[in-house]
């Protein structure tokens, strides 16, 4: 079965500091790996996505994220934190399995950058 | 251009009633996917429709949910005889189909309180 977890219910780090925000996945195959963040009230909006070529991948709003095959992970990173970036994170599979390419969501992360 | 919309943003009912939900994709995505969410965890896969079909409704809970998408459009997920466990944040996203268009784009979520 395909799953992704999210070790941290809740991360804080100071305004500048760099943020890590951890995601590992367990999958059969080639994993399509996905962060998304939510703000309040509003829908998830996409922020970058793994599918195949460099284990770093850019997204947007100078967010990135690091695939690594030998430890099954995706962590999500930014060099240095905006206040703004305080939200709910969720990292995501794809199951490639079943032909429907639904997501498998892990539990979240809440960001809190404090001033 | 339009994103994802969802339509009640908010939705209370009392425990017993039918409700409707109603999702309106991106103009062209023929791919359509309804998530739940409740307080606390990350979104989980109820239905896919590829076009008018659903290619997949094992993530339904029970006969009580059923979701329709007539034109291969809009989509209409239907709870009859809600009971208070139904309460949470129902997501709507969509997908185009080309190979590049790997990720989904989420609606902002219709809100539903059963009481």
């Known amino acids: 079965a395909q799953s992704v977890a999210q070790p941290e219910d809740q991360v804080n780090v100071a305004e500048g500091n760099p943020l890590t925000v951890k995601c590992t996945y367990s999958?059969?195959?080639?994993?399509?790996l996905f962060w998304y963040v939510q703000y309040p009230n509003r829908g998830l909006q996409f922020l970058l996505k793994?599918?195949?070529?460099?284990?770093l991948v850019k997204g947007s709003y100078g967010f990135e994220a690091e695939f690594n095959k030998s430890q099954t992970s995706f962590h999500l990173k930014k060099p240095s934190a905006l206040v703004s970036d305080s939200a709910l994170y969720f990292c995501a599979v794809r199951d490639n399995t079943s032909g429907t390419y639904k997501y498998i969501f892990g539990t979240g992360t809440r960001l809190k950058v404090l001033a | 251009g339009a994103g994802v919309s969802q339509t009640p943003s908010n939705k209370v009912t009392e425990k017993g009633k039918y409700v409707e939900l109603r999702c309106d994709p991106i103009s062209g995505h023929t791919a359509l996917y309804w998530y739940r969410q409740s307080l606390g965890q990350g979104p989980e896969f109820l239905i896919y429709f590829q076009g008018t079909g659903a290619a997949d409704d094992s993530g339904l809970p029970n006969d009580r949910f059923f979701a329709v998408r007539p034109e291969g459009s809009v989509s209409t997920l239907k709870i009859q005889r809600t009971e208070r466990g139904d309460s949470a944040v129902y997501l709507c996203?969509?997908?185009?189909?080309?190979?590049?268009?790997?990720?989904?784009?989420f609606g902002p979520g219709t809100r539903l309180t059963v009481l």
């Open positions: 996203a969509s997908r185009g189909v080309a190979a590049s268009y790997n990720e989904q784009f």
């Open positions: 793994y599918i195949t070529g460099d284990n």
């Open positions: 999958v059969s195959g080639n994993p399509y």
